[in-house]
């Protein structure tokens, strides 16, 4: 059966309604999953492993009957590991129903159908008595209900209901108990992730500063969460001004609550400097003993850095304090972990709450628009002083002193650099009341407020009266726009430039004058897992999810790239980047697709995973901006791709594990057309054999 499904095209900012399979958000949901990287996690399977049998030693020691309660089962993978484990029985729970009928197959393909009972409930639905799911309480609770933050997932109001209801007081459970850590630090470059930082501009004048609004520097930002691959920031972007300090715990073995509170840590910071940012970790102990850790640690906070496991779908937070605070070495100082039922942020005082005192009990929200219209890597690109200087060594070489200036870009800055350089009039369009709410305090604060026109209105909608009946000498995009996911998604700067072509005076300016895509294809040291077979995991048969994730690759995805912050992602590049496709801003988006087709020699050894796809923008003849990698890769091929930008990944698909021969040179074939109509670029990726692919 086939629906309709409306979106807004982020390309051609058009709404359009496509046909789709009813599956269609199942197979977008498997597609995307953490599945994959959750198997390939040996680490988490070894110790869940050997956390089931030891908790199952336990009650059989007792005389009992090992009863299991596995919530947010998946694959199935740890019933069946309880059951190989010698549990009698297996309750399995797991609300999203593909995957529900997935851990049924799989259960039944590894021979334990008969011990284990699948249940395409959420936990909180599934009853207990002789003619519920389940005919009484179960005594071990196993559960991998966790993410980055450790309770965004909703562990706790789950772990809640199951010990009021589900399973018997004073059960085992796997995992026996989690802790929270925290260490505090000063970090300008994490700190621009959340703040607007004053940005300087050199004029024929001598230099302007773009200050931010009262309301940002007093603003506590986003309430969500910030989680990266924190072992790929160095350690010289901050500086560690506490040392690693345990926040939190929670004991899943007895009953959980998911009300609100708050955890004081008193501590001496070991240097001074400004307080900003709150690096975060957890770890979980699958016994009472706390004999086996999982541990989510960075490098440097690591017991055994040698044994660190790479893992995509638990990595670490930076929570950004409301606001930087001095500090000096040796002055006792108190952090606070705050959490309610699916949040954690931070707090930092002079003093230790007494007693039941709450302190900020409400979590932050940001109240000053900039966090709802940028995220943290757009705060991070704005930020960037080398990035602003490029804009205005290419705006004084396009700039008049009679320039009617356009600027198209959601909550951008250009308008301010092209009225500091000198445009007679500029216009701006914020397309959205956040935008436009947000850069009319911008340019108040900056004094600017008669100075820039605001038009808020989609650009498509411009009419002469709302440019005062001029036409425009320079249209301005750096382009950003909000709902770009892939790189080529800022193309909207070209249908908008079709769109306001008639307000265009002959001969006029167009910066960025051109864009182009370029690829290469490259090896990742860890990224290839997310997208890899498992096969055999910890001596059971999950390739019925392997297939599963192939079927829904198959079904739309495997044709499409999909977008990456490759600076958190290391990868080596086995070929030169190529030029794939131009797009010529100076003239309206053509009828007829852009194709291009070609090969690429892969002159590195290396396993072939994917391609990876950027745009770059020429401002200038002799000017450009990459949205890719920053410079040419190194002898051996590393890659240093822009930190502020999502590259697309292209995924070749899974073949054996074989590395490309030195002296027998590999290809990739090619075929990537842009389509007018509905803005995309679709593309094909082919290895030339089997040789140079593999995980």
Not at 407 to 419: E, I, K, Q, R, T
Not at 642 to 650: S, T
Request: glycine content about 6%; hydrophobic content about 35%.
């Amino acid at each position: 059966m086939k629906v309709f499904c409306g979106r807004a095209n982020p390309t051609t900012g058009s709404m359009e309604w496509l046909e789709e399979d009813e599956h269609y958000d199942y197979h977008q949901e498997i597609a995307r999953s953490s599945y994959a990287d959750m198997l390939h996690d040996k680490d988490r399977n070894i110790k869940y492993y050997q956390g089931i049998r030891a908790a199952v030693s336990r009650v059989k020691d007792r005389g009992q009957k090992a009863l299991v309660l596995d919530i947010g089962t998946g694959t199935g993978l740890l019933s069946m590991m309880a059951v190989a484990a010698g549990a009698d029985f297996c309750y399995a729970i797991e609300v999203f129903k593909p995957m529900a009928d997935a851990a049924v197959k799989i259960v039944e393909k590894n021979g334990f159908s008969h011990k284990i009972k699948v249940i395409n409930k959420h936990s909180t639905e599934v009853t207990v008595g002789p003619d519920g799911d389940m005919p009484c309480r179960a005594n071990i609770l196993i559960t991998e209900l966790f993410d980055t933050e450790l309770i965004g997932e909703g562990a706790l109001p789950s772990y809640e209901h199951a010990h009021r209801h589900l399973v018997q007081e004073n059960c085992e459970a796997v995992p026996h108990r989690a802790t929270v850590y925290a260490q505090l630090v000063e970090s300008r470059r994490m700190w621009s992730w959340n703040k607007l930082f004053p940005i300087r501009v050199q004029t024929s004048i001598g230099e302007q500063v773009i200050i931010p609004p009262s309301e940002l520097e007093r603003c506590p930002g986003a309430p969500s969460v910030c989680d990266i691959q924190l072992n790929q920031v160095s350690p010289t972007d901050f500086t560690v001004l506490s040392d690693v300090l345990p926040m939190f715990s929670v004991d899943f073995s007895k009953q959980v609550s998911s009300s609100a509170a708050c955890h004081s840590r008193q501590f001496e910071p070991l240097a001074s400097g400004q307080a900003q940012v709150v690096l975060s970790w957890w770890d979980i102990e699958m016994d009472p003993e706390g004999k086996t850790k999982c541990t989510m640690a960075p490098f440097w906070a690591h017991s055994d850095p040698q044994e660190l496991q790479w893992r995509d779908h638990w990595m670490q937070c930076v929570y950004f304090l409301p606001r930087e605070e001095p500090i000096s070495q040796g002055s006792a100082l108190c952090l606070v972990a705050h959490h309610d039922d699916y949040c954690v942020w931070y707090s930092l005082h002079r003093t230790s709450p007494k007693g039941n005192e709450k302190v900020h009990p409400v979590r932050p929200v940001c109240d000053c628009q900039a966090h709802l219209l940028w995220n943290r890597p757009r705060f991070g690109e704005i930020n960037d002083q080398e990035r602003t200087d490029q804009y205005v060594q290419a705006l004084r070489m396009v700039l008049k002193p009679d320039s009617v200036c356009l600027c198209v870009s959601d909550g951008s800055l250009l308008s301010m650099l092209a009225h500091y350089l000198g445009a007679e009039q500029v216009f701006t369009i914020e397309s959205s009341a956040t935008s436009h709410r947000l850069m009319k305090k911008i340019f108040k604060t900056n004094h600017l407020e008669d100075k820039i026109n605001v038009i808020e209105k989609r650009p498509e909608l411009l009419t002469s009266a709302d440019l005062e009946s001029k036409k425009v000498s320079l249209l301005l995009g750096e382009p950003f726009f909000t709902t770009s996911l892939l790189p080529w998604h800022n193309l909207y700067f070209w249908y908008v430039r079709t769109a306001v072509d008639q307000h265009l005076e002959p001969g006029a300016v167009v910066m960025p004058q051109a864009a182009s895509l370029h690829a290469v294809v490259v090896e990742f040291r860890d990224l290839w897992r997310i997208r890899s077979p498992c096969g055999d995991c910890e001596g059971f048969d999950v390739h019925i999810m392997d297939d599963m994730i192939k079927q829904a690759l198959d079904f739309r995805e495997s044709r499409e790239a999909e977008p990456h912050p490759l600076w958190e992602y290391p990868c080596r590049s086995l070929a030169e980047p190529r030029q794939i496709l131009t797009f010529d801003f100076r003239q309206p988006v053509p009828r007829q697709p852009l194709r291009a087709e070609g090969s690429i020699e892969l002159r590195r050894p290396g396993r072939s995973h994917g391609a990876v796809l950027w745009m770059e923008y020429h401002l200038t003849p002799d000017s450009t901006i990459s949205t890719g990698l920053l410079k040419p890769a190194e002898d051996k091929g590393d890659c240093r791709w822009n930190p502020h930008c999502k590259q697309a990944v292209y995924f070749f698909n899974p073949t054996p594990d074989l590395r490309t021969p030195p002296g027998s040179p590999q290809t990739v074939s090619y075929t990537v057309e842009f389509h007018p109509c509905s803005g995309e670029v679709t593309m094909d990726f082919t290895l030339s054999d089997s040789l140079g692919a593999g995980c």
